[in-house]
C-alpha cells in the first residue's frame, strides 16, 4: 500500500497493525491473535457516535463516525478501540518495529 496510513497495535502478548489505505477508504490489520484481529475489523466496519472536542475541555458534541471515511475519521474512531475491543493502539510504538518484533517476548 503505497498512500496508507499505519498504526500500531497489541492484543494479549501480540503485537500488530492496522494499515489504512488512503485512497480506497479501506483498512488492512494485521495481528496474529485471531479474536484481536475479528474484534478490530468488525469494529473498523461499524459507525460510532463519539464525543468530538471542541474549543475548550468542556466543549464536546456527539458526532457519528464512519472509521474509513478518511485519515481523521480513522484517527478518531481508535480513540475508543481499547474501550470497545480490548485492543490496545500503540500510537507511539514503530509500525516497522512490529514487523520485526510481532510478540513480546
Do not use: C
Amino acid at each position: 500500500m503505497e498512500n496508507t496510513y499505519s498504526v500500531a497495535v497489541s492484543f494479549g502478548n501480540d503485537l500488530g497493525y492496522i494499515e489504512y489505505d488512503i485512497d480506497n477508504k479501506t483498512a488492512q490489520v494485521t495481528l496474529a491473535n485471531d479474536e484481536g484481529k475479528q474484534k478490530t475489523e468488525e469494529f473498523l466496519k461499524q459507525n460510532h457516535d463519539i464525543e468530538v472536542p471542541h474549543k475548550t475541555l468542556l466543549d464536546f458534541t456527539v458526532e457519528k463516525i464512519n472509521p474509513l471515511e478518511s485519515v481523521k475519521s480513522f484517527q478518531l474512531a481508535l480513540t475508543k478501540l481499547w474501550e470497545t475491543t480490548g485492543v490496545h493502539v500503540d500510537w507511539s510504538r514503530p509500525v516497522d518495529y512490529v514487523k520485526t518484533h510481532p510478540r513480546y517476548e
